[in-house]
C-alpha cells in the first residue's frame, strides 16, 4: 500500500516546539515539519540508529497528503501509524506521529523483550529502541514503530544454517518478489506488504494448484494450494500470468505488480494462510 522513495522535502519554515505534558513526561510537539532524517529504507536500518518519532500539531490547511510529504513518508505510513479513520480528515490541533521513516505501528506485549521482538521482525534492537525512543529499564509500551526494510534484509541467515535440525522438517516458502518491506504481519494485518515498481516480478513461492485468479478482495489477485494445509495469496496485482485450475512450480511467474483495488501505491499484499489461518511470513520464508 504504499509508494517507495518518496522524497523527502524540506519546509521552507522554522520548526516550532512546544512542550506538552504526557503521562510518560514532557514530549516535544512540532507545529512545523522539516525532513525527519529519514531515508530509503535499506539493509543499513538494520545496523544504524535512527531519529525517533517526533510529534506534530496539525496546522490550518493542513492535508495527510502534505503531511506526509514533507516528512518524507508514505500516506498509508502515517494513517496506519495514527490509526485514521477512511477518508482522513485533519484537525487543526490534533497531534499525529510521525515516523523517520515508512513502516508499521503494531501492537505488542508489554511483557515481551525488545530483544525477542527484534528477532521476530528481523531488526537489530538498537535500532527499534533509537526509532521508538525507548529507555534502558525494559519496559516496552503497548505499540512499537517497526520500520521498513529490504526483502534482502529481511532473509534470516539461521533458517539455512540449521541443517538437518528442526527448521529442516518445517515448510519453507521462496520470497514472492523483491523490494521493501513496508507492512508487517500483526493483529489487523494478516501478511506483509513488498512494495517496488509496477511491473515487478511476482512468483509462486511454492508449488501448487491456483484455485483463484482475477479480480476480487484484494483487487487482482492470485491464491495458490499447496497441497499441504497451506495457501499462499498474492494481492493488488497489475495483471496475472496464471489462471485458476492451473499447476505452478516453486519460483514460476504467476503475475506483475500493481496497485489494484485498496492501494495508494504499488506493492504485493503476501499472505501465508495454513487450514485457512494466517500464518507470520517472515517465519516461512527463507
Known sequence: MLVLAVAPLAMH??????????????????????????????????????????????NVGDTIDGVAQ???ITVDTLVQVNHLSSPVLLTPGEVLVVPPVDGTMVQVDPTETL??????FRMDSSTLRAVNDLHFDGHLPTELFIPAMSTDAAIDPAANADV?????????????????ITQYFWQFHPGIDIAN????PEVAADGGKVVFAGWGSYGIYVEIDHGNGFHTIYGHLSQTAVSAGQDVNKGQLIGLMGMTGRATGPHLHF???????????LDLLT
Open 13 to 58: 519554515r522554522a520548526i516550532t516546539d512546544v512542550n506538552a505534558v504526557a503521562d510518560s513526561g514532557t514530549t516535544i510537539i512540532r507545529t512545523s515539519l522539516s525532513n525527519t532524517g529519514a531515508e530509503a529504507p535499506s539493509t543499513s536500518l538494520r545496523t544504524r540508529g535512527l531519529p525517533p518519532l517526533v510529534h506534530y500539531q496539525v
Open 70 to 72: 514533507r516528512a518524507g
Open 115 to 120: 530483544g525477542v521482538l527484534a528477532r521476530h
Open 164 to 180: 538437518g535440525g528442526v527448521r529442516q522438517r518445517v515448510i519453507r516458502f521462496a520470497w514472492p518478489t523483491k523490494g521493501i
Open 197 to 200: 515498481d509496477v511491473g515487478t
Open 271 to 281: 499472505e501465508i494462510r495454513y487450514q485457512g489461518v494466517p500464518q507470520n511470513p
